[in-house]
């Protein structure tokens, strides 16, 4: 009994005093025996087993049953590795976790830890994974030699799990913890990282492929769009396969990440197996969990995002790709748009969810009829980026034609109608762009990207085009560059501030969207023109559709504002978004660049002047008061200008800027931007005029950061952009040119 009791005691007492980063009292070798002793014993108890009870054959308890207590040790274990690789202790904490790391050896713990595997508690033997994965990493980190960086026993475990298949119970621990080594050799900072990645790719490869084709057998015939047989009776299946989509995931990010000449094949399982993947999204024998998680990992991989949802950080594209990365991504859409073309679509589910579940599944009371239920939009932008994509990587390879880019978007359409998305008594089919992606950020900037991408490779500039057949054309397909932009800028309210949220943030790819957006618009403005008159005439119907009148702006980040109208029914959480000082020394020649501009000519050596007009007379500067009142009205943005991130600097710039008299437009007279604004009214309506103004507004506030050295990167080529859009503006509209 005493016995017992010491154990316990033992085994608590050392994971307290490591977690006040504190050697515990016991000698070395005393607690790797009692860690030991745990771990031999099997789990046979009851939950409400006492651990003393089962042990004495006594009534007296210490209310520790046995589950608990393996469960604390394995956590301990885990956190004297975690601690070990940390290098934060002190050094007498490290030296005796150094001891009993030491003894853990001795004693063989690794064996003891890899037996849990087979154990049916699932916190047991998902612990033992978590906890087996922290002690291979740490071998891997501190292992100085080329043999023996793979620990033998959990290598020779998971090949043995791996090629048995989803039959064994110990194939989801073994998923598990070969998971958890990558995840944490993808974040260490080794220099070695690439070398012992390298090695662990080549020890298990032909043992991953031959465990990714029990599921997702490899197709030597096309036997079109067949439901795929799931090995859907074995135990926990869900689990395994939910398991194997991260596997495949982690597999991808590690190709994207480090960067090698040499591909591992199992690296590319994600590609290769698309097919049968497409084909598990469209399963009956699938739930519908799991089609949801396939159509994000195939969303991921054509966008190069794979393992941005495994807590891997950001992916940042190395300098380089291995040769099969072209032929891969090729392969990977010409898959997806075969089986759109196959009506692959009308297999793929969506189901109804709660706009107060927070994404997931309907499950509350009086389910049959909630007013408040909506599609999936999660599966909505999985599917629509994936199409969307996988037409942009066929059009740069050249193998796809205008029929086919307009053939499929058509079936997407149908997709989305049919699912609840509401485009058949649109007015303007351009609305489909906010309707499904306005939720998420980074999908509505990689929708927005794609789109322009495929519009400017299906519409090459032609002098002898009517510009507004062009129009009338791109907005029955829904596919007009200029009416996604001003939707895009109508849910912000035309707000500058939150624009130069989205700018700051690393998030979203809209500095690479507006870049492009801007070249585009400075050679098509009367295609922006005739979109803006198109959305004045089709306005009440498009504000009905998207069940919004005037969105929600950002005044702190990652949070959305409650909104005091009863029209707002959308709520917007924006980027948060961190904005570093540089250095006084910097000029507007040096900084970070996050977009490449050397195939335009923006990339001038030319500093961008800014017009001052607006200190030489004051009369002239307030340039608003020249517009009509019920303008005015129609132009007001919330009045807080704040910026995310706290920034002290940044907010009082933009406060400054917003109770200031404004810049004028260019340095244009107030009575002459008068004159314009009349005209702009007649031609564009207020559309038109708001949308310049923002673009106007976020040119001033830019450079006035960039002069404090408030900007986080070189913005010389975008206020050059932003300038070029007003005076093509003026060269258009002003009645003295």
């Given at each position: 009994?005493?016995?017992?009791?010491?154990?316990?005691?033992?085994?608590?007492?050392?994971?307290?005093?490591?977690?006040?980063?504190?050697?515990?009292?016991?000698?070395?070798?005393?607690?790797?025996?009692?860690?030991?002793?745990?771990?031999?014993?099997?789990?046979?108890?009851?939950?409400?087993?006492?651990?003393?009870?089962?042990?004495?054959?006594?009534?007296?308890?210490?209310?520790?049953?046995?589950?608990?207590?393996?469960?604390?040790?394995?956590?301990?274990?885990?956190?004297?590795?975690?601690?070990?690789?940390?290098?934060?202790?002190?050094?007498?904490?490290?030296?005796?976790?150094?001891?009993?790391?030491?003894?853990?050896?001795?004693?063989?713990?690794?064996?003891?830890?890899?037996?849990?595997?087979?154990?049916?508690?699932?916190?047991?033997?998902?612990?033992?994974?978590?906890?087996?994965?922290?002690?291979?990493?740490?071998?891997?980190?501190?292992?100085?030699?080329?043999?023996?960086?793979?620990?033998?026993?959990?290598?020779?475990?998971?090949?043995?799990?791996?090629?048995?298949?989803?039959?064994?119970?110990?194939?989801?621990?073994?998923?598990?913890?070969?998971?958890?080594?990558?995840?944490?050799?993808?974040?260490?900072?080794?220099?070695?990282?690439?070398?012992?990645?390298?090695?662990?790719?080549?020890?298990?490869?032909?043992?991953?492929?031959?465990?990714?084709?029990?599921?997702?057998?490899?197709?030597?015939?096309?036997?079109?769009?067949?439901?795929?047989?799931?090995?859907?009776?074995?135990?926990?299946?869900?689990?395994?396969?939910?398991?194997?989509?991260?596997?495949?995931?982690?597999?991808?990010?590690?190709?994207?990440?480090?960067?090698?000449?040499?591909?591992?094949?199992?690296?590319?399982?994600?590609?290769?197996?698309?097919?049968?993947?497409?084909?598990?999204?469209?399963?009956?024998?699938?739930?519908?969990?799991?089609?949801?998680?396939?159509?994000?990992?195939?969303?991921?991989?054509?966008?190069?995002?794979?393992?941005?949802?495994?807590?891997?950080?950001?992916?940042?594209?190395?300098?380089?790709?291995?040769?099969?990365?072209?032929?891969?991504?090729?392969?990977?859409?010409?898959?997806?748009?075969?089986?759109?073309?196959?009506?692959?679509?009308?297999?793929?589910?969506?189901?109804?969810?709660?706009?107060?579940?927070?994404?997931?599944?309907?499950?509350?009371?009086?389910?049959?009829?909630?007013?408040?239920?909506?599609?999936?939009?999660?599966?909505?932008?999985?599917?629509?980026?994936?199409?969307?994509?996988?037409?942009?990587?066929?059009?740069?390879?050249?193998?796809?034609?205008?029929?086919?880019?307009?053939?499929?978007?058509?079936?997407?359409?149908?997709?989305?109608?049919?699912?609840?998305?509401?485009?058949?008594?649109?007015?303007?089919?351009?609305?489909?762009?906010?309707?499904?992606?306005?939720?998420?950020?980074?999908?509505?900037?990689?929708?927005?990207?794609?789109?322009?991408?495929?519009?400017?490779?299906n519409n090459s500039p032609c002098p002898g085009l009517n510009p507004e057949a062009?129009?009338?054309?791109?907005?029955?397909?829904?596919?007009?560059?200029?009416?996604?932009?001003?939707?895009?800028?109508?849910?912000?309210?035309?707000?500058?501030?939150?624009?130069?949220?989205?700018?700051?943030?690393?998030?979203?790819?809209?500095?690479?969207?507006?870049?492009?957006?801007?070249?585009?618009?400075?050679?098509?403005?009367?295609?922006?023109?005739?979109?803006?008159?198109?959305?004045?005439?089709?306005?009440?119907?498009?504000?009905?559709?998207?069940?919004?009148?005037?969105?929600?702006?950002?005044?702190?980040?990652?949070?959305?504002?409650?909104?005091?109208?009863?029209?707002?029914?959308?709520?917007?959480?924006?980027?948060?978004?961190?904005?570093?000082?540089?250095?006084?020394?910097?000029?507007?020649?040096?900084?970070l660049c996050l977009v490449d501009y050397s195939s335009s000519d923006e990339s001038?050596?030319?500093?961008?002047?800014?017009?001052?007009?607006?200190?030489?007379?004051?009369?002239?500067?307030?340039?608003?008061?020249?517009?009509?009142?019920?303008e005015i009205r129609a132009m007001s943005a919330p009045a807080d200008g704040s910026?995310?991130?706290?920034?002290?600097?940044?907010?009082?710039?933009?406060?400054?800027?917003?109770?200031?008299?404004?810049?004028?437009?260019?340095?244009?007279?107030?009575?002459?931007?008068?004159?314009?604004?009349?005209?702009?009214?007649?031609?564009?309506?207020?559309?038109?005029?708001?949308?310049?103004?923002?673009?106007?507004?976020?040119?001033?506030?830019?450079?006035?950061?960039?002069?404090?050295?408030?900007?986080?990167?070189?913005?010389?080529?975008?206020?050059?952009?932003?300038?070029?859009?007003?005076?093509?503006?003026?060269?258009?509209?002003?009645?003295?040119?």
């Amino acid at each position: 009994m005493d016995g017992i009791k010491d154990c316990v005691e033992c085994i608590t007492d050392a994971y307290t005093c490591l977690l006040n980063g504190s050697p515990p009292n016991q000698i070395a070798s005393d607690l790797v025996t009692n860690i030991c002793a745990v771990l031999c014993r099997n789990v046979t108890l009851q939950d409400d087993s006492c651990l003393l009870c089962a042990w004495s054959n006594t009534a007296k308890c210490s209310h520790v049953n046995m589950t608990e207590l393996t469960c604390i040790t394995l956590t301990l274990v885990d956190k004297i590795h975690v601690d070990l690789m940390s290098q934060t202790m002190r050094p007498e904490t490290t030296l005796y976790l150094s001891q009993i790391q030491q003894v853990f050896q001795e004693a063989n713990v690794m064996s003891r830890l890899v037996n849990r595997f087979h154990t049916d508690d699932q916190m047991i033997s998902h612990l033992a994974a978590k906890c087996v994965s922290s002690y291979v990493s740490y071998q891997l980190h501190t292992s100085v030699s080329v043999e023996g960086e793979i620990n033998q026993i959990w290598q020779q475990t998971c090949v043995q799990a791996f090629q048995n298949g989803p039959t064994g119970k110990e194939l989801d621990p073994c998923m598990w913890s070969f998971i958890n080594v990558f995840k944490r050799l993808l974040k260490d900072s080794d220099k070695r990282k690439t070398e012992i990645l390298q090695k662990l790719l080549m020890a298990f490869d032909p043992h991953l492929t031959t465990l990714v084709s029990h599921f997702l057998p490899e197709e030597e015939v096309d036997d079109g769009l067949s439901a795929v047989h799931l090995p859907t009776n074995t135990r926990s299946w869900g689990v395994t396969f939910s398991s194997l989509l991260d596997l495949l995931e982690i597999l991808c990010a590690s190709r994207l990440m480090c960067s090698t000449d040499v591909c591992s094949p199992c690296q590319r399982l994600a590609y290769t197996r698309a097919r049968p993947l497409i084909k598990t999204a469209a399963s009956s024998s699938c739930n519908y969990i799991l089609k949801r998680r396939v159509l994000l990992l195939m969303k991921r991989t054509l966008l190069q995002k794979a393992g941005e949802d495994l807590a891997l950080g950001e992916i940042s594209a190395p300098a380089s790709r291995d040769e099969h990365f072209g032929t891969d991504m090729g392969a990977l859409a010409d898959t997806v748009l075969g089986a759109v073309s196959a009506e692959w679509l009308r297999f793929v589910p969506v189901e109804m969810v709660a706009a107060a579940s927070f994404g997931g599944p309907y499950r509350g009371p009086g389910q049959g009829g909630g007013r408040n239920r909506k599609p999936d939009h999660v599966m909505l932008r999985a599917v629509g980026l994936a199409v969307l994509k996988s037409l942009e990587l066929t059009l740069q390879t050249g193998a796809a034609a205008d029929r086919t880019v307009a053939a499929c978007l058509g079936v997407l359409f149908g997709f989305l109608q049919d699912r609840g998305v509401p485009l058949a008594e649109s007015s303007h089919l351009c609305c489909w762009y906010l309707l499904v992606f306005t939720e998420q950020d980074d999908d509505m900037m990689e929708a927005a990207k794609t789109l322009l991408a495929l519009y400017l490779r299906n519409n090459s500039p032609c002098p002898g085009l009517n510009p507004e057949a062009v129009s009338a054309t791109s907005c029955s397909s829904g596919f007009n560059p200029h009416c996604h932009f001003l939707l895009f800028l109508r849910s912000l309210s035309f707000d500058p501030s939150t624009l130069l949220d989205f700018l700051i943030s690393s998030e979203t790819c809209f500095l690479e969207y507006l870049v492009r957006y801007l070249k585009h618009l400075r050679a098509d403005f009367p295609g922006f023109l005739l979109a803006c008159r198109t959305m004045e005439e089709s306005d009440p119907r498009v504000r009905a559709q998207l069940s919004f009148s005037v969105p929600v702006r950002v005044g702190t980040p990652g949070t959305a504002l409650a909104a005091s109208d009863r029209d707002r029914t959308k709520l917007f959480t924006r980027p948060t978004a961190h904005v570093p000082t540089r250095p006084a020394s910097t000029g507007l020649g040096s900084g970070l660049c996050l977009v490449d501009y050397s195939s335009s000519d923006e990339s001038g050596s030319e500093e961008m002047e800014v017009s001052q007009a607006s200190h030489k007379d004051a009369d002239e500067g307030n340039w608003r008061a020249k517009l009509p009142d019920s303008e005015i009205r129609a132009m007001s943005a919330p009045a807080d200008g704040s910026l995310p991130d706290g920034t002290a600097q940044v907010q009082d710039v933009v406060r400054d800027h917003g109770q200031e008299r404004p810049t004028p437009y260019l340095g244009l007279a107030a009575s002459q931007f008068g004159q314009t604004t009349g005209l702009a009214h007649t031609q564009g309506g207020r559309t038109l005029t708001r949308s310049l103004l923002c673009l106007s507004d976020l040119r001033r506030v830019v450079a006035k950061l960039n002069t404090k050295n408030l900007f986080p990167y070189n913005p010389k080529s975008l206020l050059k952009l932003l300038a070029q859009a007003e005076e093509v503006h003026l060269s258009h509209l002003s009645p003295n040119t």
